[in-house]
């Protein structure tokens, strides 16, 4: 079966500070990847997807990931997190449409 | 251009009842996807619609679930005889196309039922 596991259900850090939110896929997922936002009362919104070519993925408002094949990862990360990234982080596999998520990663920054 | 719209945004059903879902896709966009997350779960595909199409219902529910996207309005999940299991939130996303890897799926805030 198809999993996406996100290893923390939640993750605080200080605003500035960097962090890493962390993504693992199953190798039956197809090696598309995706990471998705979603701020409080709002939608799913689409922060950067890997879909081949360099292994290093950069998305918006700072973000970027990075494609590991042979540790089945595609964690997350910014150098300097601000207030306004408070929000639930998605990691998804698969094809456009039809996706698999992982349990969200509700990351909280505080002043 | 307004987004994905997704009414309502909370419901409220017993034990019993029947709960219809809209989904309004993106101007312009054919293709409708319907996703639900379970209480500390992560978003499950349900079914993928074109107009008047289902295309992929193999996230659906065997008994009690449909959904249909008419050539005019809205996407529509129908939920027959609620039970409490039912609770979660249920999203709609929609595309221009299938996606090809330039294509992106949109997503709507989502409606919270609720089964009391």
């Known amino acids: 079966a198809q999993s996406v596991t996100q290893l923390d259900s939640q993750v605080p850090v200080f605003e500035e500070a960097p962090v890493e939110l962390r993504c693992n896929y199953s190798?039956?997922?197809?090696?598309?990847l995706f990471w998705y936002v979603q701020y409080p009362n709002q939608g799913l919104q689409l922060l950067l997807k890997?879909?081949?070519?360099?292994?290093l993925v950069k998305g918006i408002n700072g973000f970027e990931a990075e494609f590991n094949k042979s540790q089945t990862s595609f964690h997350l990360r910014k150098p300097s997190v601000h207030i306004s990234d408070t929000a639930e982080y998605f990691c998804?596999?698969?094809?456009?449409?039809?996706?698999?998520f992982g349990k969200g990663t509700l990351l909280t920054v505080n002043p | 251009n307004a987004g994905v719209m997704q009414n309502p945004r909370h419901l409220v059903r017993r034990r019993g009842q029947e709960a219809r879902l809209r989904c309004s896709p993106m101007?312009?966009?054919?293709?409708v996807y319907w996703y639900r997350q379970l209480p500390e779960e992560g978003l499950k595909f349900m079914v993928y619609?074109?107009?008047?199409?289902?295309?992929?219902e193999s996230g659906m529910p065997k008994e009690r679930f449909s959904a249909e996207f008419p050539k005019e309005g809205p996407s529509i999940l129908r939920i027959q005889q609620v039970v409490r299991g039912d609770s979660a939130a249920y999203f709609c996303?929609?595309?221009?196309?299938?996606?090809?890897?330039?294509?992106?799926?949109?997503f709507g805030q989502g409606t919270r039922l609720t089964v009391v």
């Open positions: 890997y879909l081949s070519g360099s292994t």
């Open positions: 190798s039956s997922v197809s090696v598309y």
């Open positions: 101007k312009g966009h054919s293709h």
């Open positions: 998804a596999g698969g094809s456009n449409y039809k996706l698999t």
């Open positions: 996303a929609s595309s221009p196309d299938r996606g090809g890897t330039d294509t992106e799926a949109f």
């Open positions: 619609l074109q107009k008047e199409n289902i295309i992929d």
